[in-house]
């Protein structure tokens, strides 16, 4: 009897430990609550350019913004662009201390319609129709 006990007690406490690690980790990110919607870079679009910008930045201990959002790497045309989006984000956080967080925005042309992933306010992905090739006389 005190076997079975021992055993259901354990299972019923790994259980219990197993929410509370799930439960952890699932707050452990500030929760993004208003962001403005990422653009394709016209000048960009039109030039064929395309790929991935890489952006640091910081939230401060309890606060809602990012700051010193740096470019870590990407094509120049597009650079300016995702540090922008980056500046209209608006976290929900309960950080005491402040904390540097990666960013990446992919972005693509593609022969279909405008499109915007956000898998996390850690990869977004831009999705633009390739631009139309001017027909030639010839």
């Known amino acids: ?21 799930t439960v952890a980790r699932a707050e452990d990110e500030p929760e993004l609550v208003s962001a403005n919607l990422p653009k394709y870079p016209g000048l960009a679009r039109q030039a064929g350019v395309y790929g991935t910008v890489k952006l640091m930045f910081t939230l ?3 606060g809602n913004e990012p700051t010193d959002i ?6 120049a045309l597009l650079n300016e662009a995702a540090k922008e989006n980056v500046r209209s984000w ?5 950080y005491t201390v402040a904390r540097k967080y990666q960013v990446a925005f992919d972005y693509e042309l593609r022969n279909t319609t405008r499109s915007i992933t956000f898998e996390s306010f850690h990869k977004i992905t831009i999705i633009a129709p390739e631009p139309l090739q001017p027909k030639s006389n010839f």
């Open 1 to 21: 009897m005190f076997r079975k006990f021992t055993k259901n007690f354990l299972v019923a406490l790994t259980c219990l430990m197993f929410m509370l690690a």
């Open 60 to 62: 401060p201990a309890k």
């Open 90 to 94: 608006h976290f929900r956080n309960g």
């Open 70 to 75: 740096g470019i870590e790497s990407g094509h």
